[in-house]
């Protein structure tokens, strides 16, 4: 029997995690901090600047295609980006926060000056208080979940067109992950078929179609991944995490403060109380948030 409270959930950035290293994945998905009973997460300008440009784009899919651009696209960047400045968003002076700032109304100017399909009708998948999920693997009671920024509905062909928006500098790797589960989730959740996708590359206002993975294939090497982080988790809750979750490079060293890898050093620091790690509050889903202080 399926049951969504003991299934293994996985997504774009978890499996991402699993395969740059395993003691990231552990450090950033699974382990809770002894005081708080939350998960830990690491907080830095890139990630915060993506929020800010985000949630005012994928926010003008609540309007009629019509009416989307009348809203003051400026205003709501200002609005928005309180949310993460400071501290908060990763910034560790002002400077640094004008510079990312800057990158962030130079993106929505180049929105606002050609909106290209913003302007067109798009298609919402269907979600409650989580992000879009699915059964990825009912025999094996694994779950996907993940957001779509943008579904352009394609009237002559009664279709859809992915969009995903970019904000930052380095184009998408071949072999991402990302495109797949986009098309695995608007497969299951809604009935019109993919027939495009592509990334925008908002600083450089720069539209890149994509190839469409086949749909068996990208089902494939999808659940792969994520039946490798199943088997991950059960082993962990065996033998202990130590056991599997290890970094390629070697563990760390609370007491020389050498080893592990970039990806889960300053994760490491954290669990450790290490000086060169702040926290900053409690962000989204409870999790305890952290800078690295420059």
């Known amino acids: 029997m399926v049951d969504k409270y003991t299934a293994v959930w996985v997504s774009h950035s978890s499996m991402g995690d699993f395969l740059k290293c395993p003691r990231l994945y552990y450090l950033h998905n699974m382990y809770k901090s002894g005081k708080t009973g939350h998960k830990v997460s690491i907080v830095s300008p890139h990630m915060s600047l993506g929020i800010a ?15 989307r ?22 910034f560790t002076n002002i ?25 067109n009708k798009c298609i919402k998948l ?50 991402s992950l990302q495109l797949p589960i986009y098309l695995l989730l608007c497969n299951a959740l809604q009935k019109r078929k993919v027939t495009k996708a592509s990334y925008w590359y908002l600083e450089s206002d720069k539209m890149v179609e994509a190839i469409l993975p086949d749909l068996e294939t990208a089902e494939k090497n999808v659940l792969e991944i994520a039946m490798k982080v199943k088997e991950a988790r059960r082993i962990a809750k065996k033998d202990g995490e130590n056991k599997v979750f290890i970094c390629p490079d070697g563990a760390y060293d609370p007491v020389t403060k050498e080893g592990g890898c ?25 999790q305890d948030m952290y800078i690295v202080k420059k």
């Not at 440009?53 to 899919?61: D, I, Q, R, S, T």
């Open 69 to 90: 651009l009348n809203r003051d696209l400026r205003a709501k960047f200002e609005e928005t980006w309180l949310k993460v400045s400071g501290k908060k968003g990763g």
């Open 126 to 175: 269907k979600r409650d208080t989580m992000p879009c999920n699915f059964y990825l693997s009912e025999d094996h009671n694994i779950i996907l979940n993940g957001l779509v920024d943008w579904l352009e509905y394609l009237p002559l062909t009664d279709s859809l067109h992915i969009v995903d928006f970019k904000t930052g500098k380095h184009e998408e790797k071949e072999g």
């Open 95 to 119: 400077e640094e926060e004008e510079e990312f700032k800057l990158r962030g109304k130079d993106m929505i100017n180049n929105v606002i000056k050609d909106p290209r399909f913003l302007t």
């Open 262 to 286: 970039m990806n889960c050093r300053p994760y490491e620091w954290i669990i450790n109380n290490d000086e060169r790690m702040e926290y900053v509050g409690v962000g989204g889903f409870n």
């Open 53 to 67: 440009v985000h949630e005012v784009l994928e926010g003008l899919a609540d309007y009629p295609a019509n009416e």
